[in-house]
């Protein structure tokens, strides 16, 4: 099952009445005034009809005085009904608006601090270096491990500790090292960070970083050698070239001296880095391309060359679930053909290099390349896709069982709601049919999938259609004596006078047929999508 598309909180009260988070006082009075007219209960004589009209009217009263009393609709705005409901107590003299924005923005940052308090970030790597060669040997498949773990707690707002370890085992050697580093946040535009280390590596070491400008960093760090007592030096600056890219020099001044330049861009479909490192006595430049074909899947290639290094990796990789990533890496170079398999989750690396030659015999290479990348896509086709396919629906089915009874109570309340929009809905289209205006052919409201296939099934059709609502009524009644309709951007159109919402947990979209001027429009939003009609964009 897909998750619901997140959006602003505490926005239904605003839907109900039809009006912009932002309404002046002015507008919240004249939404109620409209809907009041048409829900009043003194205006039907049948009991039903008079039931529905009170327990609608009661909503629309209820959304009126809490948006139109400045106190309320601040608490409403930041905490929601529960805010309203839990009796936050605010003391006598918060009378004055900016009063209570000071007090609520404490409560706040109140919460806030409990929750960053309490936030530790674990991560950590297991390599496990495998060797094809050294198994037909007879020497075994490992070649060797290693392990990296660091724990991150941000013990306060301006102060954080990480605490860390690895070890490395080669043959028959093999090492390990501590680390510790804190950070305090000086201002919010400086830092500092004290680090020490104990093992293959001992040190103690300080780092400042400061933001010089709105685009560019700059950080400095000193260290200390506890083995032999040298000192390393390195500065490094970063430069935001645009919105996606930024540049940057780093020079390091010790026993490994070197000069590096980078680069890094990062975009919604792709990010690319590339460097280019000079040492004392080597040269490495190296370039990244990823390509994100799909939410789950993406595309990798990586290239290096150096003085002792000449490289280049392809392969991709799939989101299997919410936290877990894997990948799948073909890697030729003068260290050999590689094979590398990575499981990525949450803040957790598992990542498996296997050497299957040192050789770079051309039908080896191709062969190497070829068989997995066919048998990802078979597999992908005829076991992957299938099983998520029948897991994403059985999710889905789950789901709808689940909700199902507050399902049906929403829709009817929605359909008692449209029941008494009817008469003044009917008018107002019979106007627009008079000046050949705005008329709503069609409109239905629900699950984003069920909206965008029509050429599923009859079974599929009917489960589909389950979770589609029919808002043709209710948007011809909210259609301007001018001939426009206006559906507010960041309001869950759930919350609309008549709408329910038919699939909790799904995303959801509006799908519009209209008709002006004796052409015909179509148009799809997302939920918290503005909609604005008539647009000529919207012909078809």
């Known amino acids: 099952m897909k998750k619901e598309d997140a959006g602003p909180p505490n926005r239904e009260l605003y839907a109900l009445l039809n009006i912009s988070p932002e309404a002046s006082d002015e507008e919240i009075r004249k939404a109620y005034r409209q809907w009041a007219q048409i829900y009043h209960p003194d205006k039907y004589q049948e009991l039903h009809m008079k039931d529905i009209a009170t327990e609608n009217f009661q909503r629309i009263c209820e959304a009126y005085e809490i948006l139109s009393d400045a106190n309320k609709r601040q608490i409403y705005d930041i905490y929601g009904m529960e805010g309203l409901t839990s009796g936050l107590q605010l003391g006598p003299k918060l009378n004055k608006v900016e009063e209570l924005k000071e007090e609520l923005e404490r409560l706040r940052k109140m919460k806030e601090q409990e929750k960053i308090s309490a936030h530790f970030r674990p991560s950590g790597t297991i390599l496990a270096n495998m060797s094809l060669p050294h198994l037909l040997k007879g020497d075994g498949i490992m070649r060797g491990m290693a392990m990296t773990s660091e724990i991150q707690s941000q013990i306060s707002k301006n102060n954080a500790i990480a605490i860390g370890g690895n070890l490395a085992v080669s043959g028959n050697s093999g090492g390990g ?103 004392t006595s080597s040269f ?88 997995p990348t066919s048998l990802y896509f078979v597999l992908k086709k005829f076991v992957f896709k299938p099983y998520y396919l029948k897991r994403e629906k059985q999710k889905a089915l789950e789901n709808v069982e689940k909700t199902s009874a507050k399902v049906q109570e929403a829709r009817a309340a929605a359909e008692k709601a449209q029941k008494l929009l009817q008469n003044v809905a009917n008018r ?10 705005l008329i709503i052919t069609r409109a239905l409201y629900g699950n984003r999938t069920a909206l965008s296939r029509n050429d599923e099934s009859r079974e599929t059709q009917h489960e589909l259609t389950s979770q589609v609502l029919d808002v043709t009524l209710p948007l011809n009644f909210l259609v301007s004596e ?59």
């Open 177 to 279: 090292a501590a680390s510790a580093v804190f950070r305090h946040q000086i201002s919010p535009a400086a830092s500092v960070e004290f680090m020490a280390a104990a093992g293959l590596r001992a040190l103690v070491g300080v780092q400042t970083s400061r933001q010089l400008s709105s685009h560019s960093t700059a950080t400095m760090a000193l260290a200390i050698s506890l083995r032999d007592g040298s000192l390393n030096l390195s500065n490094s600056w970063t430069r935001q070239l645009t919105e996606t890219a930024n540049a940057n020099i780093q020079l390091a001044v010790g026993p490994e001296s070197s000069i590096a330049v980078g680069w890094q861009k990062k975009e919604e479909k792709m990010s690319a880095a590339g460097e280019v490192k000079f040492g």
């Open 284 to 371: 490495l430049a190296s370039a990244h391309y990823t390509h994100r074909f799909s939410s789950k899947s993406h595309g990798r290639i990586v290239g290096k060359v150096g003085s002792t290094t000449l490289e280049l990796e392809v392969g991709g990789g799939r989101k299997i679930s919410n936290f877990s990533t894997v990948r799948i890496l073909y890697s030729i170079g003068i260290q050999g053909i590689v094979w590398k398999f990575e499981l990525h989750r949450g803040g957790q690396k598992l990542i498996i290099p296997i050497l299957l030659s040192r050789h770079l015999n051309p039908v080896f290479a191709t062969g190497a390349f070829i068989l």
């Open 428 to 437: 107002k289209r019979n106007r627009q049919l008079e000046t050949n205006g």
């Open 482 to 540: 001018s001939g426009q309709l206006k559906l507010h951007e960041g309001v869950k159109k759930s919350g609309i006078m008549g709408f329910c919402d038919p699939c909790p947990g799904e995303p959801k979209q509006l799908h519009v047929e209209y008709t002006y001027r004796g052409g015909r429009y179509q148009v799809v939003v997302d939920d918290y999508e503005e909609l604005l009609i008539p647009q000529e964009s919207h012909i078809i």
